[in-house]
C-alpha cells in the first residue's frame, strides 16, 4: 500500500518562498507520476507540477512555471516543491499524489488518475 506524507507548507508574505516535500513509501514499480495538486476552499483540486521517477521529466501548470520547481530524490521516493515568488492566489492546501506510469502533458488535468494522496498541508501567503 502506498503512503504518502508532506511536510513543509506554512505563512509567508507575497513575494516570499516556501518549501514543501512529500515522503513515499511503499512504492514498489520503477514509473510513477508524483505530482503536487492544490485546493483552494470551495475549489476543485487543480494540478501544481509533477515529475516522472522513471526519468525525471517533469509537467508544470502555467502559473507557476518560473516559480516552481519539482524535484526528486529517486532512492528516498522523496519529491520537493520548491516555491519562489509566491503570490497571495497561491495560498491553498497542497497535496501530494502519485499516479503509476509516467507523467503526461494532461496528468496536471486529470485528478482523478491519481490514486494515492496524502493528507495535504496548508500554503497561506499574505499580501
Known amino acids: 500500500q502506498v503512503q504518502l506524507v508532506e511536510y513543509g507548507g506554512g505563512s509567508v508574505e507575497a513575494g516570499g518562498s516556501l518549501r514543501l516535500s512529500c515522503a513515499g513509501s511503499?512504492?514498489?514499480?520503477?514509473?510513477?507520476?508524483m505530482a503536487w495538486f492544490l485546493q483552494g476552499p470551495g475549489n476543485a483540486r487543480q494540478g501544481v507540477a509533477g515529475?516522472?521517477?522513471?526519468?525525471?521529466?517533469?509537467v508544470y501548470a502555467d502559473s507557476v512555471k518560473g516559480r516552481f520547481t519539482i524535484s526528486q530524490d529517486n532512492a528516498e521516493k522523496r519529491v520537493t516543491l520548491q516555491m519562489d515568488s509566491l503570490k497571495p492566489e497561491d495560498t491553498a492546501r497542497y497535496y501530494c499524489a502519485v499516479d503509476a506510469g509516467d507523467c503526461l502533458t494532461s496528468s496536471l488535468n486529470r485528478p482523478n488518475w491519481f490514486i494515492y494522496w496524502g493528507q495535504g498541508t496548508q500554503v497561506t501567503v499574505s499580501s
Open positions: 515529475i516522472s521517477t522513471s526519468d525525471g521529466d517533469t
Open positions: 511503499g512504492m514498489t514499480r520503477t514509473h510513477y507520476c
